[in-house]
Structures are given as C-alpha cells and as structure tokens.
C-alpha cells in the first residue's frame, strides 16, 4: 500500500509519515501484547514505562529503509528482580519480532535523569530527544522527561551548541564534495542535503524554541517564499530517497548516473 502511494506521485513527507504511522501501530501492538504477557506470567506490572520515537522516526519521517529508533523510557529509582524481568519481557515480545521483519531498530533503555545525562555528553542524543515523540506508553512519565529536558535546554549556553552544529555541517560538506555541483550526490549528507535542513531546525529549536519553518517563518526569520522552497526541496528530496530504497532495496543516499533520469 505504502509503495502505491508513492508511486501515485503523492508527497514525500506524507508517504514518510504513513509509513511512521503503520510502524507506530505494530509497535503499539507488540507493546500491549507485551503488558498481557508480563501480567500472565508474572502479576502485577511494577511500574509504568513510555516507548518513544527518537531520530528520523521520532520526525514521523521514514524511508522504506530507514533505522527505527525507540527509547524505552522508565521511571527514576526502580530497581530488583520484578523491574528487571519487566524490562527483558518489553525488550524481548518488541523487540524481537521487528528484527524478525528485517527492519533495522536502534533501541535504549533509559530513565529521564540518563536520558539527559546522555544528552550533556553526546549532541546525537540531545538532537534524538530534541525529536523524541510519544508512541504509547505513559503520557505523564514523557511529559516530564520532556519538561526536564526543556528546563537543561534553557539553561545551556545555545551559541556553543550552533557552532558544534556549524562545524560539523562544515566536515560533512568536505566529506562529500563540498559543492551541490556533484554528478552522483549523496541526497542524504550533501551541501543542500536532508541534513542541512534538520541542521537549522535543530539550531532554532534550541536557540529560540522554534520546531518547524512554519515557526521561524511567523517570527520573521525566514521570508514565505524562502520557506515554501525550502519546503518543497525538502519533500522532494525524500520523495527520491524512497524511490532510491525501493530500486536499490536497501538504504541508499547516493544518486547514481543510471538512476536520475
């Protein structure tokens, strides 16, 4: 269905997202299936826990061979024998059958104060939880996760995050051509690529709390026909990335001679 989709020409944001949406719903399924069994076998759940997307899918963006990223996010101060079997049963009845499907999952187990621990000591993390959403789980346990990271967020000095953020755009460009004038671009990691349009949106979501163009549009950082350029180049490079996935049947950023046309 989702190939069908695509191949009626409908935006690549949109087939991105109907396919975030189709794997929110099997984890979903996996997750309370997981809960029936852990009460059958074992009692009472010991505490509540929230499964999240983080990275790509955390965007509601996915390609048909993107990494699925989760977080399995738990209370502070849990601990012993039940805790531990509650983790390893979630782990196993989700985890396990998406392998089995052959996608590619990036999985941590964390509560909020490692989460953001992990946030302070590596910037793929704080993008990660920058993106982080919801897919089921308890809402109040996300939410403060959410507040905490917001709260350490205000608190860091943004201009060094930008300038790590700068350097590494600058690094990545030199590691792939350094110029939009490539016969085989990487669509991914290039100048003008996916990445630089997550890279402004990360910045100004920590700099001023702005999380779509849409915002930075409204407080007159970026001009409306600037924005719905950026837009459009934007979905139409995911639009090609999941047509490079479905030809090449594994994920690929680069746009090889044969198969622009």
Same mark, same amino acid.
């Given at each position: $269905?989702?190939? *069908? ?21 099997? %984890? ?20 509540? $826990?929230?499964? !999240? ?12 061979? +993107? @990494? %699925? ?9 849990? +601990? ?35 989460? #953001? ?14 993106? +982080?959403?919801?897919?089921?789980? +308890? @809402?109040?346990?996300? #939410?403060?996760?959410?507040? *905490? ?12 995050? #930008? ?7 600058? @690094? ?14 990487? #669509? ?5 690529? !996916? ?7 990360? $910045?100004?979501? %920590? ?8 915002? %930075? ?8 026909? !600037? ?19 479905? =030809? ?10 044969? =198969?622009?046309?």
């Amino acid at each position: $269905m989702l190939r *069908r989709y695509h191949q009626k020409s409908e935006s690549g944001l949109k087939v991105c997202q109907a396919r975030a949406a189709m794997v929110d719903v099997v %984890i979903e399924n996996l997750f309370l299936a997981a809960l029936d069994l852990y009460t059958t076998q074992h009692g009472a759940i010991p505490c509540k $826990m929230a499964v !999240l997307a983080t990275g790509g899918y955390g965007r509601r963006e996915l390609n048909p061979h +993107s @990494d %699925i990223d989760l977080m399995f996010l738990y209370p502070e101060k849990k +601990s012993g024998p039940h805790f531990t079997t509650f983790q390893q049963v979630l782990a196993e009845e989700i985890l396990y059958p998406l392998w089995d499907f052959g996608w590619k999952i990036g999985h941590a187990s964390r509560n909020t104060k490692e989460a #953001i621990n992990e946030a302070k000591n590596e910037i793929q993390s704080k993008n990660a939880i920058l993106e +982080s959403r919801i897919i089921c789980g +308890s @809402d109040p346990l996300y #939410i403060n996760m959410q507040t *905490r990271f917001a709260n350490y967020c205000k608190k860091e000095n943004s201009t060094a995050y #930008i300038q790590q953020r700068l350097a590494d755009e600058r @690094d990545r460009h030199a590691k792939f051509g350094n110029t939009v004038y490539l016969q085989e671009p990487d #669509i991914k990691n290039g100048v003008g690529g !996916l990445r630089d349009y997550q890279n402004i949106l990360w $910045m100004a979501n %920590i700099k001023f709390g702005y999380g779509s163009f849409r915002e %930075i549009n409204q407080a007159k950082l970026l001009r409306r026909h !600037l924005r719905n350029e950026m837009e459009a180049a934007y979905d139409f490079l995911l639009r090609t990335r999941t047509e490079l996935h479905l =030809q090449n049947r594994r994920p690929t950023d680069k746009l090889d001679l044969e =198969q622009q046309a």
